[in-house]
């Protein structure tokens, strides 16, 4: 029997008939198990595109066309779901997927750019899909229940962000075993001196350019082969599990020129949007820090590109415990002191980062910064995208798509740059961008805080007109 409820986006609610009420949580762990399926395979792909396909900067360069098509796909995401729906462009998404990990098993030119633009064309639409389904299913959950929204939010991408980050934790951990036994590359041929801080992708000084021994080709068929196995579980989960939801009120209304143009409008009519882009940026940026510098030039470079999955696991492993963790103390602690944290974490980091350039026998320093980057990304992970379904509740896939948009944009540029300036100007812009974003999300906060309290204060004045009796003043 199919239940009916309200979907609530801010003051606008509209009478739907969809089968997710009273099984929204286990709605949120379906949607999870696929991505932990099919993420296991891309994270430690995605890890290690800077150091396994190095060839005339073939890794890099698939990622920066990736991320150049995200662009396009997150301005289509809102008109492509309002057509097909978030179940059918899940689907699509993990077909592309699938395209993608088979193009590894041969990595050139010709085969993995084709398939990293088309999977660069879904992940948009993946990540939008998913923005709303989470989100529509907390906003049923607080409308049935009466339940805080902030919290609520919280609480459900925790649950879905826990099981994404532990993807840092098996992929990295099933990449590192099966190129640990390959012990013909587990050394660099790099030298100290251009590791970490000095790193550059060019010979711009002598001895800056670091160059790691790629595995053999046994090795790298059996990888692509546990990885493939794990996209198609993650297509199956989808396929068999997953409930199809209604389209919210504001895709249902939207008109195909509305839903293609959302992703700009949205822009023009809300002020809040425009200063959290920056923000939007460094979230991007300091991915790609840890995807391509972190991984290449302090970990490969130094230790062998064998070492990428065990770090990058401990980062997950302190990912998905921060996630956990975040999603539940909120409610107490609030966003702010969540955000303020994880920004100092990040801007901690980023200083170390430009002065270190890692020796053979400083490990636990590798890993010690790892565990303590996972714990702010488990912070933006859970939290960022609740403060856009908190922000912009009645334009929930715009909000959304312009925030994939933006970091696509972002991951793009970093990637490019990449190809032609060292580590230490890389870092430079990510510290400077990661300032100025937080100023201009504590104008937004202080913005969104003064509203508040005036509508609060109008209320009140109305409440008093209404019930003269309560200005009575007793004998």
């Known amino acids: 029997m199919k239940h009916t409820m309200k979907i609530c986006f801010g003051c606008k609610t509209t009478e739907n008939e969809v089968g997710i009420t009273g099984r929204e949580t286990w709605n949120v762990v379906i949607i999870s198990l696929s991505f932990f399926a099919v993420f296991t395979a891309y994270t430690a792909l995605q890890n290690l595109q800077s150091s396994l396909n190095q060839e005339d900067g073939l890794g890099v360069t698939s990622l ?4 150049a098509f995200v662009i396009v796909s997150a301005i289509l995401a809102p008109w492509i779901i309002k057509t097909l729906g978030i179940k059918i462009s899940l689907l699509i998404s993990w077909v592309s997927h699938i395209l993608y990990t088979c193009s590894n098993f041969y990595p050139t030119f010709a085969t993995l750019i084709p398939t990293s633009i088309l999977l660069g064309l879904i992940s948009g639409l993946l990540w939008t899909s998913q923005g709303v389904f989470i989100s529509t299913n907390a906003y049923s959950i607080s409308e049935n229940n009466k339940a805080e929204i902030h919290a609520t939010l919280s609480r459900l991408n925790g649950i879905f962000f826990t099981f994404f980050e532990l993807t840092q934790i098996t992929g990295n951990l099933i990449s590192s075993f099966v190129l640990n036994k390959d012990t013909a590359f587990n050394t660099t041929m790099s030298s100290a001196s251009a590791c970490g801080c000095n790193d550059c992708p060019v010979d711009v000084h002598s001895n800056s350019t ?10 790298r068929y059996l990888l692509m082969s546990i990885f493939l196995a794990f996209d198609v579980l993650g297509f199956l989960c989808t396929v068999i599990f997953l409930p199809a939801i209604q389209k919210t009120q504001w895709a249902e209304k939207a008109n195909g020129k509305e839903s293609v143009t959302a992703c700009c409008s949205v ?9 959290l882009l920056p923000l939007f940026s460094i979230v991007a940026m300091q991915k790609a820090v840890v995807w391509t510098d972190f991984t290449k030039s302090y970990a490969s470079c130094t230790f062998g590109i064998h070492m990428v999955g065990f770090v990058m696991a401990s980062y997950g492993c302190a990912t998905t415990a921060s996630a956990i963790v975040t999603s539940r103390i909120a409610k107490y602690t609030g966003r702010y002191v969540l955000f303020a944290t994880a920004v100092a974490i990040d801007l901690t980091i980023f200083i170390v980062l430009y002065f270190w350039a890692p020796t053979a026998d400083q490990e636990v320093h590798l890993f010690s910064m790892a565990v303590v980057w996972g714990l702010g990304e488990g912070i933006w992970a859970t939290q960022f995208n609740a403060l856009i379904a908190l922000l912009f509740p009645e334009r929930t896939e715009a909000a959304f798509a312009n925030y994939h948009c933006t970091k696509a944009a972002s991951f793009t540029v970093y990637f490019v740059i990449s190809l032609y300036v060292c580590v230490k100007v890389k870092l430079l812009l990510v510290i400077v961008l990661l300032v100025v974003g937080s100023a201009m999300y504590a104008g937004v906060e202080v913005h969104v805080y003064r509203n508040r309290h005036v509508v609060e204060k109008e209320i009140q004045v109305v409440n008093v007109e209404n019930n003269p009796e309560n200005n009575t003043t007793r004998l």
């Open 64 to 67: 920066s066309c990736l991320y």
């Open 210 to 219: 670091s160059k790691i021994t790629e595995p053999a080709n046994s090795a």
């Open 267 to 275: 822009l023009r009519t809300d002020p809040k949007l425009v200063f």
